[in-house]
């Protein structure tokens, strides 16, 4: 039958690909970079020739490094991005670049859905289980039939990444999504598992026909042409199937099927999961709630937009030097900013940081037009103490954002956590302290992978069931144990957190982010 199992996660900043044995081991992966372009404030587009030269050369590369057969390779299936879509002409090609899920030209959207335009916002969130925001979809459709409607007109498919690239890797029957990719675009009927005619038709005034069948994740789409093993050096007639947005891969990869279950992420897209069997709506409509594919049962959701992407920001405007040392000694830059880190004590000595580089997410704030922010810093502010509160300001608010979980009665039974803020020691048990719970790190860091593998897996008939291939697959690596002695220099620094974002959001300050 074969051995092994591919699964792509095709991330905002970079691709990777994973080979996968049947029990969850790693045999080989490769990371390749390409570019987000930011024409202006606030947009975020990337172009889905890159992506696709990317992913290609990603999966050639992990296939050699691995030293396997190609021909044991049983399927492979691809983790997207949520809440990107581009439009397609009637071939089926990208007319536009696509809009990054961090792209927030949709904000002027937003505060009219707030005011009742369009669709009672109430409405929007009891049908799709995600309020007026800038991430989602909805927002953007409504952007481009406005601004850019010669592009409109020509339009044939609304569609997401995983319509595309699964276009891209030659699958017979392409323009189809999961649910979960479907949640993310703000418009798809939680409850009825299909697209919204209230909100596509009768509130957007778009066709409902431009938009992908739903099926279920892992569904075989098709086989690798040769063409695509060529490129990519998988052989020809290899199973191709659904996968599903990241953050689902990675929940999936952290073995997110029962009630209770809860996953933390720290990525470029920070979030925390927590899987229920039954519908449900937070009565502030602020947490997002939406399918969990693969289980077929659900996800409440806290989002923080920016997250690691705020680390990644640091070392780049700040660590010129850690980055040229680096090179030099073959020390991975953040490891040589952790040590820095370490140096200073839980609190960062007083100095805040406020997370929200690209607004704030889905948690408590909810804020479009919240940025950024470095408070509370002296003359006699270190290096070292920045980048301490950059790493706590993240974990901050993924605190935040666990709060208004609990806040509604829903108890998280067992949190695991993966993502970039599991690579370090330091930054594990930070967040057990600061969220004063167990914290499991995950056998694999590469959960997304993992996960867009199981439903690959899943699909060829590898296992039986979401849940086999969470108990054959999904791996604790270490617990993390909440210290006490240090919940009270993080309850001040969190009370400074919250603090720094009231103020500022109640004295105007982020409202001058506003477009005139």
């Not at 007109?153 to 891209?168: D, N, V």
């Not at 690579?423 to 302290?433: H, I, R, S, Y």
């Not at 004063?436 to 590469?446: D, G």
Request: a negative charge.
């Amino acid at each position: 039958m074969g051995r092994y199992l591919v699964g792509i996660d095709e991330g905002t900043t970079g691709c990777k690909t994973c080979i996968f044995e049947f029990d969850g081991t790693l045999v080989g992966s490769d990371y390749r970079e390409y570019k987000c372009y930011y024409p202006k404030p606030g947009w975020v587009e990337q172009d889905g020739d890159e992506i696709t030269a990317g992913l290609f050369a990603s999966c050639r590369a992990a296939i050699a490094k691995a030293k396997i057969d190609p021909r044991e390779i049983v399927a492979v299936a691809i983790s997207t991005q949520g809440s990107v879509w581009g439009p397609l002409d009637k071939d089926g090609i990208l007319i536009r670049p696509f809009m990054g899920w961090q792209d927030a030209r949709g904000a002027s959207y937003v505060d009219r859905m707030k005011n009742g335009e369009y669709i009672d916002p109430a409405e929007l969130y009891q049908i799709a289980g995600y309020g007026p925001a800038t991430v989602p979809a909805l927002t953007k459709y409504l952007w481009f039939k406005d601004n850019e409607p010669e592009l409109f007109e020509k339009t044939a498919y609304f569609a997401s990444h995983q319509e595309y690239f699964l276009k891209r890797f030659g699958a017979e029957d392409w323009f189809v999504t999961d649910t979960a990719t479907a949640s993310r675009t703000g418009v798809f009927d939680i409850d009825n598992r299909c697209w919204s005619k209230k909100i596509i038709v009768d509130s957007l005034g778009l066709d409902i026909g431009k938009f992908a069948r739903i099926v279920k994740a892992g569904t075989v789409v098709g086989t690798i042409n040769k063409y695509v093993a060529e490129q990519t050096g998988l052989v020809e007639g290899t199973k191709l199937c659904v996968g599903a947005m990241d953050q689902n891969c990675s929940t999936m990869g952290g073995g997110l099927v029962k009630e209770g279950s809860a996953v933390a992420v720290i990525g470029t897209y920070g979030s925390v999961y927590v899987a229920m069997d039954k519908s449900a709506r937070d009565p502030n409509r602020t947490l997002i709630f939406k399918h969990n594919s693969g289980p077929e049962n659900y996800t409440f959701e806290a989002a923080s937009i920016a997250s690691a992407s705020s680390y990644r920001w640091y070392r780049d405007v700040f660590c010129d030097l850690e980055v040229a040392a680096g090179k030099v000694t073959g020390i991975d830059p953040y490891e040589l900013i952790n040590r820095q880190i370490a140096s200073v004590g839980p609190g960062a000595n007083g100095i805040t940081f406020l997370p929200y580089l690209q607004g704030a997410g889905s948690g408590p704030r909810a804020d479009n037009y919240a940025r950024g922010c470095i408070l509370n810093a002296s003359l006699g502010t270190t290096k070292a103490e920045i980048a301490r509160a950059v790493m706590e300001g993240i974990t901050f608010e993924m605190r935040d954002n666990i709060d208004s979980i609990r806040r509604i009665g829903i108890e998280l039974k067992d949190l695991r956590i993966t993502g970039g803020g599991t690579k370090a020691p330091l930054w594990c048990q930070m967040q057990a302290d600061i969220y004063k719970q167990p914290v499991s790190v995950l056998q694999t860091s590469e959960t997304g992978c993992l996960g867009a593998a199981i439903y690959a897996g899943v699909g060829a008939g590898v296992y039986a069931s979401y849940e086999e291939a969470a108990e054959t697959a999904v791996h604790i690596k270490e617990v993390y144990t909440p210290n006490p002695a240090n919940y009270e220099a993080y309850d001040r620094a969190f009370e400074r957190f919250v603090t720094g974002y009231e103020s500022l959001a109640k004295g105007g300050f982020f409202a001058l982010n506003k477009e005139d």
